[in-house]
């Protein structure tokens, strides 16, 4: 397989994962607590196991955050693997607002270099390996790149507004977030700030629909990994905040540190 095929593959799997998800989503279902007190439910496992079955085709190791945690000493010699969510924003999945995403990355030597973010609800798909797109009601799996570029719009998409536009999560506002909004509200005329559940914080910035995206709270690695590749191949930044270097990836500890995605 080249990167093409890998493409079409993350993008199948992610579009399966969807499909699960759905099926929960549209029925009566339970909701079970993790050891950190995250929610879980139906739709996280089945999502889990509908990619992991996808992707071994790849036969490319593949760190989820619904399967076996992998030991560093492990995966600290792995130069290329899969960094999947299945089902980001469970908290938005079980308050049923729509706003949760499959999230699929490549990681090479750290960095996040591919990546796919499905939108099972809404059916958007935002793919990237070096230029960023987006499409508009995908449901269908694909098998040439030819017929996805052709119904697909590269980001950033064009803008016509005027006004600065700080995205934050829905469910989780730091008062550090709070006061880089202040800080923002000095330097531009117009700011406003828009909510946003999981990895559609970081598609906002990469499509050019939001300026600036500070996450200074908790997440994980696989929270942002394919949303980094996406937002830096649509020509935006995503920093560690305290270092302003890239985010790094496959750290011994997954948690990331505070970062800022900006256009």
Known sequence: MDREDWLIQIIN????????????????????????????????????????????????????????????????????????????????????????TVNIALIEDGKATMGVIYVPVTKDLYFADKLAYKIEGFTEPTISIHKLLGRANQLPLTQTRNNYIVVGSRSHMSKETEAFIREQKKNHSEVDVLSKGSSLKLCMVAEGAADAYPR????????????????????????????????????????????LVER
């Open 13 to 100: 799997a992610a579009l399966k994962g969807g499909k699960e998800i759905l099926e929960v989503y549209n029925s009566d279902f339970s909701v079970e607590t993790k050891d950190d007190n995250s929610p879980l439910t139906e739709a996280d496992k089945r999502a889990h196991i509908a990619i992991m079955e996808a992707l071994k085709a790849t036969g490319i190791p593949v760190l989820s955050e619904e399967g076996k945690q992998m030991n560093y000493t492990e995966r600290k010699s792995w130069k290329q693997f899969w960094m999947v969510d299945p089902l980001d924003g469970t908290k938005e999945f079980v308050k049923r607002n729509g706003e949760f």
């Open 216 to 259: 200074f709270a908790p997440t994980m690695e696989w929270d942002t990994a394919a949303g980094q590749a996406i937002a830096i191949a649509s020509g935006a930044k995503v920093i560690n905040w305290d270092t302003k270097q890239a985010m790094k990836y496959n750290k011994e500890n997954l948690l990331n540190p505070w970062f």
